[in-house]
């Protein structure tokens, strides 16, 4: 079964601190794997997309980890500011046929605390 | 250009009753998607669309119909609502996902109260 499952669940940090965001997927076939934000009331959007040869990819303060073998992934964000408080979404990213279907995890809700 | 937009933007239904909500995109996308968001849960789609007049069911498609007679709408029905169609609705609307820079785009989401 194709699954996304995301840790912590919630995280409460202080400004400035770095945090790290886990992901582990189960997709077949694999072709790339996502990071959302998603701000309170507002749709998702997408903060880096890796394929499968890829290692890491930065997007400014945000850099995330793929590791093919293990089907793990990781969010770290640098130097936090009251603004990163969101939810945090791994999406997996199959084809099937002639679409191309997203498959989310339950999210890491972050709060930066002043 | 605004992207995608939804509307309503917050609904409060009684169970049996009907209602239909309306997604518009401005970027000439071929695709478009319906899913909705609980607490606890990923998004799950609904329905989606490859292009005008054609939709598909997605992974939780009971209770709900939709329609795509242009290609920049994709309206998403309740027929007869029940309290387990609580949640929020986001539409979405993407290229082909074969294209090198696939990526879906959403829209801010319908908040759905059903009594």
């Known amino acids: 079964k194709n699954q996304v499952e995301q840790s912590p669940q919630s995280l409460i940090i202080l400004e400035g601190k770095n945090c790290t965001l886990q992901c582990n997927y189960t997709v077949s076939p694999f072709s790339n794997l996502r990071w959302y934000k998603q701000d309170t009331g507002r749709g998702p959007v997408s903060l880096t997309i890796m394929t499968f040869s890829e290692n890491t990819k930065s997007n400014g303060r945000y850099t995330a980890t793929l590791d093919a073998d293990t089907k793990q992934s990781s969010l770290h964000i640098t130097a936090s500011q009251l603004s990163d408080s969101a939810s945090y979404i791994c999406v997996g990213l199959h084809y099937s046929g002639n679409t191309g279907k997203l498959i989310f995890g339950q999210g890491t809700t972050l709060q930066v605390k002043p | 250009n605004a992207g995608v937009t939804q509307t309503p933007k917050f609904r409060v239904l009684k169970t049996g009753q009907s209602m239909t909500l309306l997604c518009a995109q401005d970027m000439n996308h071929e695709y478009m998607y319906w899913y909705r968001q609980d607490p606890g849960m990923g998004l799950r789609l609904i329905h989606y669309?490859?292009?005008?007049?054609?939709?598909a069911k997605g992974e939780v498609p009971d209770g709900y119909n939709v329609s795509r007679l242009k290609k920049q709408n994709f309206l998403l029905g309740l027929e007869s609502a029940a309290p387990s169609q609580t949640s929020v609705y986001f539409c979405?609307?993407?290229?082909?996902?074969?294209?090198?820079?696939?990526?879906?785009?959403f829209g801010p989401g319908t908040r759905l109260t059903v009594t």
């Open positions: 669309s490859v292009g005008e007049g054609t939709t």
């Open positions: 979405a609307s993407s290229y082909h996902p074969r294209t090198a820079t696939y990526e879906q785009y």
